[in-house]
């Protein structure tokens, strides 16, 4: 296994391409999205490799539901079966399963499906995956200032908003990927992504192997995180 000196502690993924991998190959979107749970369970395996401990993955957007009704349900049906699996990844690897965003427009057997995988797995410390589910950046930080307006508090601080986002029980993401090659963060850890470091590589995601994660944290590597000040 190759050393690497510096590794992440958080990484967040923009899963992007899955439909033009499916659609350069005559094939319906849905498929794309098939192939890139292959690349979820990749990337899964290299973050145990390489000792991170966290990865974030943004699996459905606020905005998803503007798409078709069968790529839809085709996304849905495909978590709930990779949930599901008596031989998932998650149990067999000591992984915990959380998740981010708003599950109530969800359908009932899919919120009991992700329920019973985050109460199977909340013990486990080897590695945090989250899945971001209905998940917008602009939706968290209302939703905590609206939290925050509920305690009747008079001054807001970043600490405040900090805590009641989706995310308060995780560490800010170090390093966001976006693949496909678009350079955009798409709504995705808005606030938390303040100091984040960017990469973009050109792979669609159902494409994206170890290979490619690797280059990315040697990326990282080389990356000087000042926060601001001057080192």
Not at 58 to 84: C, M, P, Q, V
Request: proline share 3%; net charge positive; with cysteine.
């Amino acid at each position: 296994m190759e050393k690497l000196k510096k590794v992440p502690s958080h990484v967040a993924i923009i899963m992007d391409g899955n439909g033009r991998w499916a659609t350069k190959r005559g094939l319906p979107r849905n498929f794309g999205h098939r192939e890139g749970v292959k690349a979820i369970e990749r990337t899964i395996y290299a973050c145990l490799k390489y000792g991170i401990k966290y990865c974030t993955f943004f699996a459905f957007s606020t905005e998803n539901w503007k798409r078709s009704k069968e790529e839809i349900h085709g996304i849905f049906n495909l978590l709930r079966e990779y949930i599901d699996k008596d031989d998932n990844i998650f149990t067999k690897n000591n992984v915990k399963v959380t998740s981010i965003g708003v599950l109530d427009p969800f359908p009932e057997d899919l919120k009991k499906s992700l329920i019973n995988i985050k109460e199977k797995t909340i013990n486990f410390d080897r590695l945090n995956v989250c899945f971001a589910l209905n998940y917008g950046g602009r939706d968290d930080i209302t939703r905590a200032i609206n939290k925050i307006i509920e305690q009747d508090v008079k001054r807001v601080t970043e600490k405040d908003i900090l805590n009641m986002l989706d995310t308060r029980s995780m560490p800010e993401p170090d390093l966001i990927i976006r693949t496909s090659g678009e350079m955009r963060i798409s709504n995705f850890l808005l606030y938390q992504m303040a100091y984040s470091e960017l990469y973009f590589p050109k792979v669609l995601w159902p494409d994206f192997n170890e290979k490619h994660f690797i280059k990315a944290l040697k990326n990282y590597q080389k990356r000087n995180r000042r926060y601001g000040g001057i080192t």
